[in-house]
């Protein structure tokens, strides 16, 4: 049975850092729902454009356009074993909505790996966060995870550079909206028996090891 892996976390607290690791060894792609939307502004498409909007106000994007885009990614062959969820489902109506998207599938949710960071360390992340130009943007931080050369990527070489919706401002919003919209889902899935907690403030090695923990109890069932 395909293997569908969700990453829950506030902004900030580590998803792509880890969905990194965790997709080279489980062997399963990146859908990432920013990496979408970013990849589209790039490319300047009707969708990248709507999206803009909500992304520089730290609002999420209506949960229609999200739930096709993410449909989408999900019925390309790379996905035909599953996937890691990075940054989707983010409200109630998208874990609806994804449930009946791999009911379709004939699959449905391995397991939700929610990594547990507080305010205070979604904040330091946020702010020294620079992330790389290249397809899978892969993120630094200046004091926590800096990378080999200056303002490079170690792993594709592409520039790095400071997200737009990373400000002071922007950054307040995000994890408001992340309480208020997001959070919800904690309990949604934890009554379900899907939810695995890691903490998530430990150094980055730690916690891909209680991530990676948590997917082989999981696949092992
Ligand atoms: P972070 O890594 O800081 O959590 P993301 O890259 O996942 O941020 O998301 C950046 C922005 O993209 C969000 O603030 C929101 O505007 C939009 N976005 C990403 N995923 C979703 C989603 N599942 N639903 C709605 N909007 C989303
Ligand atoms: P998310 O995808 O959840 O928004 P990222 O993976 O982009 O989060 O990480 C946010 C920032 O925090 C990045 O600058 C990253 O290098 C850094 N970071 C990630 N995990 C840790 C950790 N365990 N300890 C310290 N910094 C971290």
Not at 44 to 60: F, I
Not at 201 to 217: C, D, M, N, P
Request: hydrophobic share 40%.
């Amino acid at each position: 049975m395909a293997v569908y892996l969700l990453l829950l976390g506030g902004p900030g607290a580590g998803k792509g850092t880890q969905a990194d690791v965790l997709c080279q060894e489980f062997q399963l792609p990146h859908v990432a729902s920013g990496d979408l939307f970013r990849d589209n502004l790039k490319r300047a498409t009707p969708l990248g454009q709507l999206a803009k909007q909500y992304m520089d106000r730290g609002e999420l994007v209506p949960d229609d356009v999200t739930i096709k885009m993410i449909r989408e990614r999900l019925q390309q062959p790379d996905a035909k074993n599953g996937a890691l969820l990075d940054g989707f489902p983010r409200t109630v109506p998208q874990a609806q909505a994804l449930d009946a998207l791999l009911a379709e599938f004939g699959g449905k949710v391995t397991t939700v790996l929610y990594i547990k960071v507080g305010e205070t360390a979604l904040l330091d992340r946020l702010s020294g966060r620079w992330i790389c130009r290249g397809a899978q943007q892969h993120a630094y931080h200046l004091l926590f995870n800096p990378p080999k050369v200056a303002g490079k990527c170690d792993v594709d070489g592409t520039e790095l550079y400071q997200r737009a919706d990373d400000t002071a401002e922007v950054q307040a919003r995000r994890i408001k909206v992340f309480m208020e919209q997001t959070a919800p889902l904690i309990s949604f899935y934890q009554q379900r028996g899907e939810l695995r907690e890691v903490d998530g403030e430990q150094s980055i090695q730690a916690v891909t090891e209680a991530l990676r923990a948590g997917v082989k109890a999981a696949t092992a069932k």
